[in-house]
């Protein structure tokens, strides 16, 4: 019999759902991994407790998460609640020796994530934050390829996460914008392009940003003619400074009209370069300097079984993964590093240092002027 | 508790698995679905079959596939076997009174597949057929937009499916290339957008197909010198004629150097057309005819909550789905088919008509003439 | 002073049009040409070849092709009229000791081609005929190859020439439409696909061809309700077999809903691959086998200096040709042709065998039978 | 007979030798233009000098730049020099009284640009500056949309002018990379990039930028070991500020491997997008919003007849215009202001506001702070 890991998940929306789905998938697709035993799930509404109880096979559901602190039986706990419960839930967790693994962004702010990290490596449990876009293997390849120094000498890196549902100045106030959710177009969904950049090139030492708001109200509730000032940014532009030395331009936008997913970068080095949409995900592209010219040009990597872990999905190149399944390798990393005691990644602390960048582009931003990290 | 169906997959190989991992994706996808209990899974090699109980979760192994026709809890048996397998396992299946799920090619001639078909409707079982690629959210619209006439009348049809996994002549000889076994690019890829075409378009009427050995002989086994003749075909090119009028043309190679799944089709009809690739199957190319000529052109439609059940996967659009999503989504209209006793699609008759369309073009090929179903 | 070359061109259409602009440019591009002096232009219109002769600086325009002959200033005949008139017109040239550029396609029928290729052959006339876009600097490179083995053996090709100008029924009855001018889709587009096969891979000794009317009548005049009966193809589906032993098929649709220029093509090696679209038709997409799986994919080839004659246009890569740079290109070639006696491509030889699989897919589709050429 | 202007070229280098086609080109496309008489050609080599006017059909050759202006038959004088020649010879020309087209960069600084504008404003001579890529019919398109309010109110803008040629730390130290001549990324294309910009969405009021020097040093000659020190930028990230209220970002980058014409932006509103790319620059693709979800997307807008002046060249969509096909719209355009008196664009106006934010983007990036134009 397969050993097992107690697992529960706090939250039952888009991301709960996620995770119980995908720690389900884990044995599937990882035969050697501990099969996570889906102990629990806690939620504020007794009947989305229950709903997902029933549909992901939770053996029990609470509104008190705060019973899973003292259940034995629970190793590992999902944080998939708005940013502004994280703190609290995790310090609990880790309290408790717990394992964590939390939703980003991790915190609204720096300081908390800093908090959060420290008691997580003062209590010695494993923590992984959701960065689920860069388990993707052939981001695994390219990061591969720049550590191995095929695209030579890194001298650019563009990046951009647009997205749209938050164009319309018709969506009302609420959690999204609300400061106290680490809310703000950059915080939300361009930290994973800030993480992506990390994840690739490593450490940013110099930001230089320009937030901005461009529904500048929202109605307090729908339809409503009262409107509420939104403080926070739609569009967020920042050019970023890296530790080996290259530097590059990040954006975050969920005002872009028409993008749903418009995650993309694009790295120069001085043998190679490597263009990456997350619109089209199983594909990599990829120059290759010092060809014949007649020949020479982007090419078009599929996803495959070269690489790795495509091919615990399925054998065959061309079939492609999904997101839900980038979630799996997420997941099944994390339980890996929980039972080899390997490092995981993104940890609390890769969190913390993609926060830093997030308070330090909204500081820049506000000062006018580039912030040395 | 939600009521559960027993479920037993016979092959432990790449369907195999991936059978058992749609079955049990199905519940967290589909919620109100019967839940799919993995009763049993029967390989020849009994090493096979323990490891895939134990990755997969199915309550026992065995070697012998004939013990779950009495098992009373089984009440589905998918059937993951070689082709030439299919017949007799089928068979018995439905004597037993089981549902039968069996992958594609479903027999290696009509015949067979007929009988399997008359079999299973006289026993009134649900049936249905692998042909997991017209599962995917984007081709139901296109479905949907041909049949509410969206595209006016149709006009002309070309499908592809070329892959390269056969294209080295040093692949050894084999069961992929024995005639027992439905083989020849035709019946193993071929099928999928012949199967597409019909589920686009409706019936096939005629056919004019020649059919081409590309890799003339294949060693007897790997590195062997001696060289076995190859009698089925390495690219098959059908024109063909559907009922409603229109005409179109099919490909399937399996010795396309550098494809990974290229099956793709385009339909023209007098108010628009369609184009899709199975390469980046979360879209679909949209032409409406009519509009300003300044701003037309074929339209990106991205894969998202518009187009059911997406949203059973992931709420957001631009997530995209996998190859092993749409086997889940596979799964869960046969199970729903069993529930409700709704129709399913495609069932043994759909299969039946399908192969009768590749035996068409066999025998269309052998005699130079086209051929009238 | 440059040497120069009397031209005259018949014809003030699009195409006359093109050839005279293209006449015009190319001293400009291909120093070392002789260049064309624009003798005479010959229109049935007089205001017509009075404003050709205007724009584009012919000498004198004339209502009266005949008066060509005669004109000892001029050693090159363009024709551009309608396809019915090219054999007088053609026969006549040759006859006066001109050499003869003519549009595709050069005559309604194979024979009445070969009476051309005869007459010029034994006059020693230099000849050429329109087929623009294998002028392309990419089709070059990709005919070169194939020619020195890169792509290894060639199993495969598919080739489609696809637009929408016929598409709609109420486009009225006329030279289009009608048989005399070497009318219907395959005649009309469909043999620059099938002069792009030759172009790549040589002769053609087998047609299995299916054609089809899509709009069986059309309006014999704007608005009209009397209809008349269209009797030349919409639609053209050829399955072809190589001299040198592949196989491939080939479609013509001039009813192709949202298509502008869809002449593609796909051709499939033992050792690579190459895919071209005529809608990119500075991109060239190649996939070369045997390299790391991690890393392959096909490459999107940019048209560049490393293609000639592209630099002949603009000495950087990626600035891209148009169509009338490719004209320019068959101008620049036919005049060297005549210049230094050497071969020129497509000449009516080349016209009379691409005619002869266009009859015989005509006869392939009336008889029901594979034709050998 | 057509009226003509008479036209002299300065430079026979790549710009000069287009200059001299397009002005060749204007009257085929453009049948109502006064027809541009080539005058004379001037370069320094007198080899090349007449070289160019062999090719090009000038009726004189000179290597005195200066004898132009007296030439009562020169109406025009194209300036294609290295940028610092610029102001000597515009201001002489315009004190002779000819209208000027120069090439970008007009000058190597804005107060040089300022000058030039003025005296060409006073003497109120014609003038045009090479920024040749917005001619294209699709960005006039483009532009159109969003000065009609189909895009709505624009929210944000993307843009990038990416190329290779510099990427080589070996390439020597030359005029390209002499601040004396207008150097760098951002002078030499991304001046491109920001005439677009501002061509498409009006005033740039704040500069926040960013420039780096990749290649830090460069040999003084081929293979030489002496190398001399770089100090105009490879890189330059620009985040601005529009007067119309949104903001957007621009990056110049001559070193990013692989791209050969990586010339693209991203336009959002609230009603619409747009998206460009040079690397396909017959196409533009459109996003519109409040469209029924199941089939919006981008829609890939090719360019045809709908896309005035597209038609000049080729009466049927799909064809394409190339590079030398921009330049000679270009120049058509500048004889048509010289002819009706109608405004022309972009004139040296248009430059110098260019070449504002070049400077302003010079100084930001050295002063570490946002500059307000």
Redesign the interface.
């Known amino acids: ?2 050993r097992e890991i107690g697992v529960a998940v706090i939250g039952t929306g ?1 991301m709960g ?2 995770h ?2 995908a720690y ?2 884990v ?3 990882f ?1 050697n991994s501990l099969r996570p035993r889906l102990v629990a799930v806690a939620d504020v509404s007794e009947a989305g407790a229950q ?1 997902a109880a ?4 939770f053996e029990r559901a609470t509104t008190d998460w705060r019973t899973l602190l003292d259940d034995p039986g629970v190793q590992v706990i999902s944080i998939t609640t708005p940013c502004s419960l994280h703190r609290e839930m995790a310090l609990a967790a880790i309290a408790a020796g717990k394992h964590v693994h939390c939703e980003k962004p991790i915190a609204p702010s720096a300081a908390d994530a800093f908090e959060m990290m420290e008691a997580a490596e003062t209590a010695k449990v494993v923590t992984q934050v959701g960065y689920n876009y860069i388990k993707n293997p052939v981001l695994k ?1 390219a990061r591969e ?1 720049i550590a191995s120094g095929e695209l ?1 000498e890194i ?2 890196f ?1 990046g ?1 996460h ?2 749209d ?1 938050m ?1 319309d ?1 018709e969506i009302p106030y609420g959690w999204r914008v609300d400061p106290q959710n680490g809310a703000g177009a950059l915080a939300e969904i361009g930290n994973h392009i800030v993480g992506m950049s990390r994840f690739l090139l490593g450490a940013v030492t110099q930001v ?1 940003a ?1 937030l ?1 708001t ?1 529904n500048k109200t929202r109605p307090v509730a729908p339809g409503s003619s009262e409107r509420r000032e939104v403080k926070v940014d ?2 967020a ?1 920042l ?1 970023v400074t890296f530790e080996r030395g ?2 590059g ?1 990040i ?1 975050a ?1 969920w ?7 418009q995650l993309e970068f ?1 790295v ?6 490597l263009c990456f949409s ?4 199983n594909e990599l592209q ?4 010092g060809g ?11 996803a ?4 790795p872990p495509y091919e615990n ?13 980038l979630k799996t390798i997420e997941m099944a990393e994390f339980i890996a590093a929980i039972e080899h005691g390997t490092p995981t990644f993104p940890d609390f602390r890769e969190a913390w240092e993609i926060q830093r960048i997030v308070d330090a582009a909204i500081r820049s931003s506000a000062q ?3 912030i040395t990290l």
């Open positions: 019999m397969r888009f759902r996620a119980a789905l389900r998938a044995p599937n697709a035969p709903q029933e549909h992901f096979g390849l390829m030579g001298t650019s563009r951009v647009a997205e549902y164009a100045p230089n320009q901005e461009v739609d569009i532009r050019m290259c530097s331009s954006e936008n005002a872009a009209t028409g993008r749903k997913m694009e120069y080095g001085t043998k190679g370069a997350q619109e089209r995900f990829y120059f290759k300097a014949e010219p007649r020949t020479s040009g982007f090419t078009r990597i599929e495959g079984p070269a690489h999905f399925t054998v065959a190149g061309g079939h492609q993964l999904g997101f839900n399944d006018g002027q580039r």
